[in-house]
């Protein structure tokens, strides 16, 4: 069964890192689209980025390239996003996603929270 795990998530001053990871399982990581979601309190949650396919290359929000970095781990069927730079806007839960054979599953987050 699939079934996915968030952690990693923290509190981090502003202009600190952080990376949180998605551990998976009933599946492989490279062979599905991966995307990490987030969500912050009182707004409609937002894509972050994404691995569409295992060919091709990483998609990111306008709020994100340049400062995050999706990866894969295939040994350890997880899928990793390095957030640097971090800022307080970025504060929110942050949820990962795999479309299996057109099925969505959902992680239960794991919380960002960056202060000024």
């Known amino acids: 069964q699939v079934q996915l795990v968030e952690s990693g998530g923290g509190l981090v001053q502003s202009g600190g890192s952080l990376r949180v990871s998605c551990a998976a399982s009933?599946?492989?990581?490279?062979?599905?689209?991966m995307s990490w979601y987030r969500q912050a309190p009182g707004k409609e949650r937002e894509w972050v980025a994404s691995f569409p396919s295992v060919t091709s290359r990483t998609n990111y929000a306008d709020a994100a390239r340049g400062r995050f970095t999706l990866s894969r781990d295939n040994t350890e069927n997880t899928v990793n996003l390095q957030m640097n730079n971090l800022k307080p806007q970025d504060t929110a839960r942050y949820y990962c996603q795999a479309l299996v054979y057109g099925n969505t599953y959902w992680g239960q987050g794991t919380q960002v929270t960056v202060s000024s």
């Open positions: 009933g599946f492989k990581v490279n062979d599905f689209p």
